[in-house]
């Protein structure tokens, strides 16, 4: 399999904002060069994580041009270089209704771990995390696809440390992984997984992956194939098909907020998990606690566009197809929805999704 | 817990309130974000501080090369939080793995997480990198560092003002945190949870000197003292950890209010009593109260109107109010798109009166009062609007004042402007 570089951030305007990082040497040769200094800082003191090694040695060879946080972030390339692992602290305004971190906030996370590790190995020079060769034909990361599994929400205080990768996916683009663990306990409290193509950001056009790219990722990913899901047929692999008409639950009108927007007035990922979100009946947000939740992203939304999000309620295999289907569900204790995103008028789908719940303790 | 300590800004209007349910159901409105640390009943499972004790015993450790902790000994005996003192200045090659072992073992070996228990039981090691937050300047200031994260930041490469506002929010809840003062785990103390008080915020003003980048870390220091009978006042200074420069100073005021009856109420003897130690009324406040009320905007020449803005799901606090901080994205979502484009938000002066949650329906009005004339232009002396924002009835919510100075006049003007190339 071919090994691409994936970048960190969601859609291509957020990785603008790794334009804040100091400069770092944009050459794959510098690239190569940093890392493997920082493998041999790692290798010559194994009892070192790398931490503050591998991030000094990279702010050596590439200048020191390093910021204050970013020699003393929590966070750092493995001894492998291969991976990138951060720790974070659950804010309180970070929790959601539940008392626990929402999963926009775990969503953010990922993407500032995503970003911190493209801006470590050098990636993040322009904002969108792409490579020499990327710049030069005006080639961009967008997102197709975000698939996010959380088996138990922090709460405020909590430490989470999470750890990212990433993987080729053939010509057609990379996938990015993370592992998120509790750090009191090393428990795996979630995991996710996304899939990213290579567009043209003047034509937004989507464009094959050459040699030529690969070639510069090569050298930052894994070996062998290493999945965050790696069981067969597993929820990160479902199609999702296209909500049917009349859908259940919707919330109409839904407008992108000037918060919402990032570097390149492009709604940046999150949000769209937000709208999907928006849809969803109080009984539900009230009784479960959101599972898993995938998202394809077909089109973006622009800046005055108005998105109507809509819901229903996915049966799933197990049901028959006779009436009670539906009143096996309702004490179940996992539901499972189907979403669409699209807009406002012309009905043009944005993105579409489908969340599984589990039911809450309280 | 939650962002709720800024959330439930109403007066006790006799329309705010809702059914009892509602109000019941408020378990935790309260809005305390000051610190006063005081003999907390052990009950509570809160870390608990004498205010004699807060000045740590420093320790080294040989394993981190002569990196200097400061611990905060707590009555319970255990140590509840690190600061790294001289991180600025040394870097041992393994601070980053001792601290995580530290956090992990004390974490794992003291872990009661009890999620409906609105008390705070987990004494908190890492509440972010730098260690949960100390207490300066002989236990009257409570300060805390951050990371900028890439999602704070907003379309000009700098922290948005809401990003901010959430950290202010974040460290005076450590803060209470800290004190051994989270009564009900909101912000109330426990003699105000015994008594059903929650402190409200009725103003809050800031002004920003230079807004942070991606990448950046900020000091967070936050004091509070008493303002009048009523009144409590808390205070925020901002500043850039690498530079030392000023990024922002804020105060904010404060009333208590039974959460039942929604009427305000006379701090009461009790309170004052448990948060005197760390109500220091020399500290001096950074802005003056100047006392003025905010003239009510007139909506029939407002010129920016934004109707029908609703709360989304992730706008809740765990007692399905709106953060305060929302409230300061929405009145900013009207202003001029000319200003936003051209300006940056200086200082902002805003009087919340009522609160708000999820199914709330809300208008935003903005008039540009000065400078209005300048706005395509470059304007030496910067613009101003007032803002309102209502239920779509017209019952007030908040209204605010707000100052805007041009990008290009600011003093640190951060990394607005352009791009760093690919070239370089």
């Known amino acids: ?362 | 817990m939650s962002a709720s300590i800024m959330a439930s800004s109403s007066l006790p209007l006799p329309s705010s309130s809702s059914s009892s349910a509602a109000s019941a159901r408020a378990a935790s409105d309260s809005l305390d974000v000051r610190g006063f640390a005081a003999k907390t009943t052990s009950s509570t499972g809160a870390m608990q501080l004498n205010a004699s004790s807060v000045q740590a015993t420093p320790i080294t450790s040989s394993s981190a090369g002569g990196l200097k902790y400061e611990n905060i000994e707590v009555e319970d005996g255990s140590n509840s939080s690190m600061a790294l003192q001289t991180f600025y200045n040394q870097l041992p090659p393994d601070w980053s793995k001792l601290l995580v072992a530290i956090a992990t073992a004390f974490l794992a070996t003291e872990k009661q997480r009890s999620v409906p228990d609105c008390k705070v039981r987990r004494p908190d090691m890492l509440a972010d990198a730098f260690g949960l937050g100390k207490f300066v300047k002989d236990g009257s200031v409570f300060r805390q560092n951050f990371f900028i994260r890439s999602y704070e930041i907003e379309a000009d490469q700098t922290a948005s003002i809401e990003a901010l506002m959430n950290q202010l929010q974040e460290t005076a809840l450590n803060h209470m945190k800290c004190a051994g003062l989270l009564g009900d785990g909101f912000g109330s103390t426990p003699e105000m949870y015994k008594r059903s008080l929650i402190w409200v915020v009725t103003k809050m003003q800031v002004h920003v000197e230079k807004y942070p980048s991606w990448g950046d870390v900020i000091q967070v220091e936050t004091w509070g003292f008493p303002s009048g009978k009523n009144a409590m006042r808390r205070d925020w200074h901002v500043k850039d950890v690498e530079t030392g420069k000023t990024i922002l100073k804020a105060t904010s005021l404060w009333v208590m209010m039974n959460k039942r009856t929604r009427r305000l109420s006379k701090v009461p003897e009790e309170v004052r009593t448990e948060t005197e130690p760390y109500f220091i009324p020399k500290v001096a406040a950074i802005l003056d109260d100047d006392g003025r009320r905010l003239p009510k905007l007139d909506t029939s020449t407002a010129t920016h109107v934004q109707k029908g803005l609703t709360p989304h799901w992730s706008d809740l606090d765990t007692n399905q109010h709106v953060n305060n901080v929302k409230y300061i994205g929405w009145i900013l979502e009207t202003s001029p798109i000319s200003i936003l484009e051209n300006y940056k938000l200086e200082s902002m002066f805003l009087e919340y009166r009522r609160e708000c949650r999820r199914g709330s329906v809300l208008d935003s009005l903005t008039t540009v009062s000065a400078g209005a004339d300048c706005i395509n232009g470059n304007s030496e002396s910067g613009i101003e609007c007032q803002h309102l924002l209502q239920f779509e009835g017209g019952a007030e919510i908040m209204r605010g004042q707000t100052q805007w100075r041009h990008k290009q006049h600011r003093k640190n003007t951060g990394s607005v402007g352009v791009l760093p190339t690919a070239s370089s």
């Not at chain 1, 937004?204 to 510069?216: F, G, P, S």
């Not at chain 1, 259940?248 to 839904?254: A, M, N, P, V």
């Not at chain 1, 009143?327 to 179940?332: F, G, I, N």
């Open chain 1, 1 to 362: 399999m071919l090994r691409v570089h994936t970048p960190a951030g969601p859609m291509p305007c957020r990785e603008a904002a790794a334009a804040q990082w100091r400069m770092l040497p944009s050459t794959v040769a510098v690239g190569r060069k940093r890392w493997a200094a920082a493998v041999r800082c790692v290798g010559a003191n194994s009892a070192v994580s790398g931490v503050e090694e591998a991030a000094a040695a990279a702010a050596a060879v590439s200048g020191g041009g390093k910021g204050l946080a970013e020699r003393l972030r929590l966070g750092s390339l493995v001894e492998d270089g291969l991976s990138y692992k951060e720790s974070f602290i659950v804010r309180c305004y970070e929790v959601g209704i539940n008392k626990t971190a929402t999963v926009e906030t775990i969503a953010n996370l990922l993407q500032e771990v995503g970003c911190n590790h493209a801006q470590s190995v050098g990636f993040s020079t322009d904002g969108f995390a792409t490579t020499p060769t990327m710049r030069k034909l005006r080639l961009i990361w967008v997102t197709s696809r975000m698939h996010i599994e959380i088996y138990k929400y922090p709460a405020w205080g909590d430490v989470v440390e999470i750890e990212t990768w990433c993987q080729g996916e053939g010509r057609i683009g990379t996938r990015r992984d993370w592992i998120i663990k509790d750090l009191a306990t090393s428990e795996v409290i979630g995991r996710a997984t996304s899939k990213w193509v290579m567009m043209n950001q003047d034509t937004r056009k989507l464009q094959r992956v050459t040699d030529e790219v690969r070639e510069e990722y090569l050298v930052f990913c894994p070996r062998t194939l290493r999945l965050a899901f790696p069981e067969e047929n597993n929820g990160s692999l479902k199609k999702i098909p296209k909500l049917e008409n009349p859908a259940q639950y919707s919330r109409l009108g839904l407008g992108p907020r000037r918060a919402d927007f990032d570097m390149n007035q492009h709604v940046n990922n999150v949000t769209y998990i937000g709208w999907v979100l928006e849809s969803m009946p109080q009984d539900i947000i009230d009784t479960h606690e959101l599972q898993t939740i995938t998202l394809d992203y077909r089109r973006e939304c622009q800046h005055d566009d108005m998105v109507d999000s809509l819901t229903s309620q996915e049966l799933t295999d197990d049901d028959g197809t006779n009436g009670s289907a539906i009143a096996k569900h309702q004490e179940q204790e996992h539901r499972q929805f189907l979403h669409f995103l699209g807009l406002s008028g012309t009905g043009l789908e944005l993105n579409r999704g489908r969340t599984e719940w589990r039911k809450l303790v309280r």
